[in-house]
């Protein structure tokens, strides 16, 4: 059975600080790792996909990476601002099945 | 530009009682889902279909059933809710199971179990 860990569950930081949140998984033979974006109350939304023959997506300020020999995966928010507090988390897509991670939630501090 | 659009947004539910949670999706996607949400254990998949007539079951599929007779529609039907459903569902879908292609999610129904 599939396993992801997010760490750390929560962080903080001042406004402009590069963020890195990190995803690790135990089993390697998947097909796509995805980071998702969920606001209070609200959906997931998909920020990148990164497939399993891939080692990094970009987006904006936004770049992951995929390490899947050693089952991890790590999300870059360059110069964060207030608007990217919100809680990312990541998923691993094993067929036609996700698991996901309990997620990190961050707070950027004006 | 609906997207993935579930009803209802809040339900309070008696324990005992069934209902049904509705998901309808307007971009002729084949694969659909259904999460739940709760608190420091991330989403889990309950069901899962692939295609018109075609379900499956996900991580956690005991007390809920479902049906894909079209392929907008997937809803997820509690037959005796229990006070263990309370939680925080989504329901989510994608073009298919190609391994380039994103997923979708609804906003997501909050259901209380007392």
């Not at chain 1, 569950?9 to 995805?34: H, K, R, W």
């Not at chain 1, 990476?65 to 998923?91: M, V």
């Not at chain 2, 991330?42 to 379900?55: E, K, M, N, P, Q």
């Amino acid at each position: 059975k599939q396993e992801v860990t997010q760490i750390p569950a929560a962080l903080s930081v001042p406004e402009g600080e590069n963020l890195v949140l990190n995803c690790s998984f135990t089993d390697s033979a998947i097909y796509n790792l995805q980071w998702f974006r969920q606001d209070p109350g609200k959906g997931l939304t998909s920020l990148l996909l990164i497939q399993s023959s891939q080692r990094e997506q970009t987006s904006g300020r936004l770049n992951a990476s995929l390490d899947k020999s050693s089952g991890r995966s790590t999300l870059y928010i360059a110069a964060s601002q207030p608007g990217d507090s919100a809680t990312y988390l990541c998923a691993v897509r094993d067929d036609y099945k996700l698991s996901f991670g309990a997620g990190t939630t961050v707070t950027v501090r004006a | 530009n609906a997207g993935v659009t579930q009803t209802p947004k809040f339900q309070v539910l008696k324990t005992g009682q069934s209902m049904t949670l509705q998901c309808a999706q307007d971009m002729n996607h084949e694969y659909m889902s259904w999460y739940r949400q709760d608190p420091g254990m991330g989403l889990r998949l309950i069901h899962y279909s692939v295609g018109a007539g075609i379900t499956d079951q996900g991580e956690v599929p005991n007390g809920y059933n479902v049906s894909r007779s079209t392929t907008e529609d997937f809803p997820l039907r509690l037959l005796s809710a229990a006070p263990s459903q309370t939680s925080v569902y989504f329901c989510a879908s994608s073009l298919g199971g190609m391994s380039n292609e994103k997923l979708f999610f609804g906003s997501g129904t909050q259901l209380s179990v007392l």
